[in-house]
């Protein structure tokens, strides 16, 4: 099985607190970190009720949720201008716009292999009407999540530089063949990182132009993190 990457969206600016904390945290966190909310307030606000209870106990936000690929429905609907950015308390910035949005990237692998307590879903968690399977071992991943509808072609978003070989430009459903029918939430399937993503276990990070590559730059070789910053449009839509 090729290698497999994760890739969490984040608002370019909260870099600065993940370089500062040296981690990203949960929602949950006993420390949450004052991020932009740039999502849909009641489905968060679901993921952490019982209704999203985990394996091992707890509830979603008790995790950092990544996707498998930086293409996704949701990050579509971000790039449509159809998700608010919000400040912590929920002050409305205006629009989330895709050029302000930055991939942290890491190894599934490697993520597994760490200390950290990882799930992974083989369809959206908020697919609620769907069975969802979970695992948290390398030979699950292998299996456990439906590869074919991210290797196919045309691929693209490809990240060379990582070894990430791209994913499936389309995500939509469709009437046919049957396996596309419910593509776009197995696409978004998740890989949960209890608590706290330490970010010695980034591999890079991916923007959409050089202002926000340097402003990332900047911010982590002030807090003396050595992660590479790329600048790849084929990871957006625009």
Not at 71 to 85: P, S
Not at 145 to 167: A, K, N, Q, R
């Amino acid at each position: 099985m090729p290698d497999r990457f994760i890739f969490r969206q984040v608002y370019y600016r909260d870099i600065s607190i993940f370089a500062a904390d040296g981690e990203i945290r949960s929602k949950n966190h006993p420390e949450p970190q004052p991020c932009h909310q740039t999502s849909y307030a009641d489905i968060v606000q679901r993921r952490g009720t019982s209704e999203f209870e985990m394996p091992c106990g707890g509830v979603v936000n008790d995790y950092v949720p990544f996707y498998f690929s930086p293409r996704t429905a949701f990050c579509y609907t971000i790039h449509k201008g159809n998700v608010e950015l919000r400040t912590v308390e929920g002050e409305v910035l205006g629009t989330a716009r895709e050029a302000d949005r930055a991939f942290v990237v890491c190894r599934a692998d490697a993520v597994l292999a760490s200390h950290c307590t990882c799930y992974f879903s083989n369809i959206a968690l908020n697919s609620l009407d769907y069975e969802i399977v979970f695992g948290n071992t390398a030979g699950e991943l292998k299996d456990g999540v439906i590869w074919s509808l991210f290797d196919d072609s045309p691929m693209t978003s490809h990240i060379p530089e990582i070894g990430y070989g791209g994913v499936c430009q389309y995500f939509h459903d469709r009437a046919n063949p049957a396996a596309q029918q419910n593509r776009s939430r197995h696409r978004m399937a998740e890989f949960l990182v209890h608590e706290r993503l330490p970010l010695s276990l980034v591999e890079c990070i991916v923007v959409q132009n050089e202002n926000v590559a340097n402003h990332v730059r900047d911010v982590l070789a002030a807090n003396d993190w050595d992660i590479t910053v790329l600048v790849k449009q084929g990871c957006f839509f625009s």
